[in-house]
Every structure is written in C-alpha cells, then in structure tokens.
C-alpha cells in the first residue's frame, strides 16, 4: 500500500505541475530561439570582451550593449525557466523520506519485494534510464551548435538521478522513477508540440519586429579606441627656478 501511495501522489503531483511546466519550456524555447539568431551579434560582444587593456569605461560600455541586445529584443537574460516546481516537490520528497524513516511501520514496506527503507538498485537504474529517455528526447529537434552546450547538462540529470537514486531510500528512488516516467511523456509533448508552436510563434513575431541590430563591428571599434595620448606638459628648468628664486630674494 505504501508503495502504491507513493505512485499515487507522485503522479497527482507531476500532473498539476505539468501545465507550469509546459508553460515554462514554451517560455524558455521561444528565449532560445531569439538567442539563435542573436548569436552573431553576442560573438561579435563576446570577443570584444576578450580585448586585453581595455579601461573601466570600455568595460562598462561594452556591458550595457549586452543588456541593450536583451533588452529591445525582447530577451529574459534568465531564460524563461524557473524555480517554482522544484520548490513545490522539496517538501513532498522530505515527507516521503521522513516518513519511511520514523515510521516503523512503512519501513518494513516493500513494493513487489523491493524495500522502501533501503536503497534499491533495481529503481536508481530505472528512474535513471526514464532520466536518459527524456534527457535524448529533448535533443531532437535541437540545432547542432546548440546540442554541443546542452549535451553535458542532459548528462548531468541522469547522473544525479542515480547518485541520489543510490543515497536515499528505496522509497525516494520509486518518487524519481515515477516522476521521470511523468517526465518523459511531458518532454515528448514539449518536443513534438511545444516547441513547434513556439518557432512558430517566433516566426510570425519576427515578421512584425525583426531583431534589433545593437552590436555592430564598427561600434565596438569606436568604443575599443585607444584615448588620445595627451602631450606631457613643459616643466620649468632647474636655471629658470634659479633665476626666479634670485628675482624674489632681490625683491624683498
């Protein structure tokens, strides 16, 4: 029954979520295609940046062309995804997890023969093999430049899934496998249904308000040049503060 339970309200969970969920990586894939196509512009800043000997006002100028590329085209520099579902689950993970642990009877609970109160190889492997589905469904449709960065963090969450699967009770190991499950069919929709509608959304507004050009090569070169060196002033000679020193004696 425990194990069940856990099932249960694992799945009532993730299915309130998934309509936030969605919502955020509707948000966050219509901020990466923007980025895309506002990359040429971000190398030309970023290796701008790389100058070496620039001043503090260089600097200064060459970030606030950055926020301007964010800004008038309409870009959240956080990427549109955030930090509310995770903060949702935290307090149904500690519950499961501290309810098996000082619960004598739901620590004796097994789920067809797996114990809940120990740690179980068997669920860290499926929860992390849910973890690489979803993690290999989220790359496709995703343009190769972009697959190279995103590849290391798609690893991490399998990784994670079965180092945590592994630290914690069985009963944790079955809430990530259920969950990952969850995942994989919200990521299937996300792929095959999200992320077309957002391209396209994408597409229609900017036929309307094309990308703002902020960065140009020629701008930076502006900002980049050297100040003008200023002529060092002519100091008096040591005969001429001679002279003038005997000219103040005489007078007094």
């Known amino acids: 029954g425990a194990g069940w339970a856990i099932v249960i309200i694992t799945l009532v969970v993730r299915v309130i979520l998934m309509p936030l969920m969605l919502s955020q990586q509707h948000k966050a ?8 196509l506002l990359q040429p512009q971000m190398q030309l800043l970023q290796k701008a940046m790389k100058t070496p000997g620039m001043t503090p006002d260089q600097q200064m100028a060459l970030t606030g062309l950055q ?3 964010y800004s008038k085209n309409n870009v959240s520099m ?3 995804m955030g930090c509310l579902p995770l903060l949702i689950q935290m307090p149904i993970m500690i519950g499961i997890y501290q309810a098996v642990a000082y619960s004598n009877a739901l620590a004796k609970s097994t789920f ?3 114990s809940l109160s120990s740690k179980s190889m068997v669920l860290a492997i499926i929860a992390t093999v849910f973890a690489l589905i979803q993690s290999y469904v989220a790359m496709i449709g995703i343009p190769e430049e972009q697959k190279k960065t995103m590849q290391a963090t798609m690893l991490m969450n399998p990784i ?3 180092f945590f699967s592994m630290s914690f009770s069985g009963a944790l190991a079955l809430y990530w496998a259920v969950g990952n499950l969850v995942m994989v069919i919200q990521q299937l929709i996300t792929t095959f249904i999200v992320q ?14 094309p990308i703002v050009e902020v960065v140009t090569q020629a701008k930076l070169d502006q900002i980049l040049k050297p100040a003008p060196k200023q002529k060092p002033t002519s100091q008096p000679k040591s005969g001429d503060l001679r002279k003038r020193n005997q000219g103040k004696q005489k007078r007094k």
């Open 29 to 36: 894939t219509l901020q990466q295609e923007k980025m895309h």
């Open 67 to 69: 926020r301007e590329i």
């Open 112 to 114: 067809f023969g797996i």
């Open 196 to 209: 077309p509608r957002a391209k396209k959304r994408v597409s229609k507004e900017l036929e309307a308000s």
């Open 78 to 80: 956080t990427g549109g």
């Open 160 to 162: 994670m899934t079965f």
